[in-house]
């Protein structure tokens, strides 16, 4: 069964941080670009960043740029997503994809296949 679960997700202060963290069950992840995206309450889900099978970082929300980083853990066959001086308006559910090879500049979720169900980040003093 082929699967990707994140979690990671909680309550933290305006500036601290928080990783989240996609494990992917069924295929491994180190052969697919992996995609990071959000949904604001009352929003529609957005493209946060993609990492490429080349590991290259396509950032879709300038942001999050300096603050947000992605690594992955082939071992472990899970993607983090590394979050740093988060602001209120960063509160958002967020989810990983997978699919493809490369990302899309102006295509966030394009060849993305898979998705799992969100984890909840809420930023909040």
């Known amino acids: 069964q082929l699967q990707l679960v994140e979690y990671g997700g909680g309550l933290v202060q305006p500036g601290g941080s928080l990783r989240l963290s996609c494990k992917a069950s069924g295929f491994p992840l180190e052969n697919v670009a992996i995609g990071w995206f959000r949904q604001a309450p009352g929003k529609g889900r957005e493209g946060v960043l993609c990492?490429?099978?080349?590991?290259?970082?396509?950032y879709y929300s300038d942001s999050v740029k300096g603050r947000f980083t992605v690594s992955r853990d082939n071992a472990e066959n899970t993607v983090h997503l590394q979050m740093n001086t988060l602001k209120a308006e960063d509160t958002a559910v967020y989810y990983c994809?997978?699919?493809?090879?490369?990302?899309?500049?102006?295509?966030?979720?394009?060849?993305?296949?898979?998705w799992g169900n969100g984890t909840l980040v809420t930023v909040s003093s």
């Open positions: 994809a997978a699919g493809g090879y490369v990302c899309y500049e102006h295509r966030p979720e394009y060849g993305m296949e898979y």
């Open positions: 990492n490429s099978v080349t590991n290259s970082v396509t």
